[in-house]
């Protein structure tokens, strides 16, 4: 799958079901510690990166094949997932199929903070 990985064990979440919707190390930061290496397209402009329809049947896909072998999705992986358009489509089209509680990568940086609050008021209807 190009998009989905795991479930993988998560020591705060048990086991985690990966969704990936950014390309490798895209990212509004370049954080020296980042496990991914350095970020090698830094922007701050959000868009969707891959076809949307195709993360949401290859999401659909993977839910089903792994039903009970999951805890919780996880919204992460190659780079900034909020940098993503349409996360919140992709959110709440997970909450639908899954009925399991959804995360996303909370970003840590005061570099991203003001990106986050645009962000987490873009998101605000998939979290009620
Ligand atoms: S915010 Fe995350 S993905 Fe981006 S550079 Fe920092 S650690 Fe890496």
């Known amino acids: 799958m190009?998009?989905?990985f795991g479930p993988v064990?998560?020591?705060r979440l048990g086991r985690?079901?990966?969704?990936?919707?950014?390309?490798?190390?895209?990212c509004n930061y370049q954080c020296i510690y980042c496990q991914l290496g350095k970020t090698n397209n830094f922007t701050n402009t959000r868009e969707n990166f891959f076809p949307k329809d195709d993360i949401?049947?290859?999401m659909d896909k993977a839910i089903k094949l792994n039903k009970e072998r999951?805890?919780?999705l996880t919204f992460v992986?190659?780079?900034?997932?909020?940098l993503y358009k349409d996360l919140k489509d992709l959110i709440l089209?997970?909450?639908?199929?899954?009925?399991?509680?959804s995360k996303f990568k909370k970003s840590y940086?005061?570099?991203i903070y003001l990106h986050w609050s645009r962000t987490s008021s873009c998101l605000s209807d998939a979290f009620p």
């Open 16 to 26: 985690s079901l990966g969704i990936d919707p950014i390309p490798s190390k895209t």
């Open 109 to 111: 940086n005061l570099g």
């Open 77 to 82: 992986g190659s780079g900034e997932p909020t």
């Open 9 to 11: 064990p998560s020591r």
């Open 70 to 72: 999951f805890d919780y």
């Open 56 to 58: 949401i049947a290859e």
């Open 93 to 101: 089209q997970a909450k639908k199929i899954s009925k399991k509680p």
């Open 2 to 4: 190009k998009y989905i």
